[in-house]
Nanobody, 121 residues
Framework: QVQLVESGGGVVQAGGSLRLSCAAS????????MGWFRQAPGKEREFVAA?????VYTDSVKGRFTISRDNAKNTMYLQMNSLKPEDTAVYYC?????????????????WGQGTQVTVSS
């Protein structure tokens, strides 16, 4: 079964950077479209970015975040630059058996445990 584990979260000052990693099990990693979502306390889970043969970003992170993947290492990354306090949330990686990405959380079958990102003013 597919297992996803996020890492790289932490506390950073506004304007700083973090890189999140998502390590996936399975030798068929390249067959899955991957995505990053985030959820702040009391709020719904929000789409951040996704990658298949191309990349998609939510408007609020365009130009600041970069999603990438290394299929040989079964790992997906989210490089986050120019962080803002409103980026504070638990970040989750997700996977779906598809060659097309999705912005909809319910369309992803596999999820990691989440990693906390806190951006201070």
């Amino acid at each position: 079964q597919v297992q996803l584990v996020e890492s790289g979260g932490g506390v950073v000052q506004a304007g700083g950077s973090l890189r999140l990693s998502c390590a996936a099990s399975g030798r068929t990693f390249s067959s899955y479209a991957m995505g990053w979502f985030r959820q702040a306390p009391g709020k719904e889970r929000e789409f951040v970015a996704a990658i298949s043969w191309s990349t998609v970003y939510t408007d609020s992170v365009k130009g600041r975040f970069t999603i990438s993947r290394d299929n040989a290492k079964n790992t997906m990354y989210l490089q986050m630059n120019s962080l803002k306090p409103e980026d504070t949330a638990v970040y989750y990686c997700a996977a779906r058996l598809s060659f097309s990405s999705s912005r909809v959380p319910t369309e992803y079958r596999y999820w990691g445990q989440g990693t906390q990102v806190t951006v201070s003013s």
